[in-house]
């Protein structure tokens, strides 16, 4: 009789150290979990405003490019304009 209680109590406590390791890894895991989720969405984040700042940068270099050009049409008229009106032949 001794021996079946014996077995019965090992059995029982072998059942919960299993069940107390099964349920700790389980909330490591899902901490885990969180901690990764958050890292991806923040990742995510960081991404798409790289995006956004580099889509306005782009916007901001075409703006300049167009500037370049208007500038230079403009000294080219300008130029035109006083060859045309201090460089006349006599």
């Known amino acids: 009789m001794e ?3 014996a077995f019965g ?5 072998i059942v919960i150290t299993v069940s107390n390791f099964v349920l700790t ?3 490591k895991a899902l901490k885990d979990k969180e901690e990764l989720d ?3 969405n923040n ?3 960081i991404e798409y405003r790289l ?4 889509d306005k940068l782009d916007k901001i270099l075409d703006i300049l490019d167009n500037y370049d050009k208007e ?3 403009r000294v080219n ?3 035109d304009q006083h060859i045309i009106i201090y460089h006349k032949e006599v």
Do not use: F, G, N, Y
């Open 3 to 5: 021996l079946t209680l």
């Open 9 to 13: 109590i090992s059995i029982v406590s």
């Open 25 to 27: 890894r389980k909330d």
């Open 38 to 40: 958050k890292e991806i």
């Open 43 to 45: 990742q995510q984040l």
């Open 51 to 54: 995006k956004k700042v580099e």
């Open 71 to 73: 500038i230079d049409e």
């Open 77 to 79: 008229k300008a130029i």
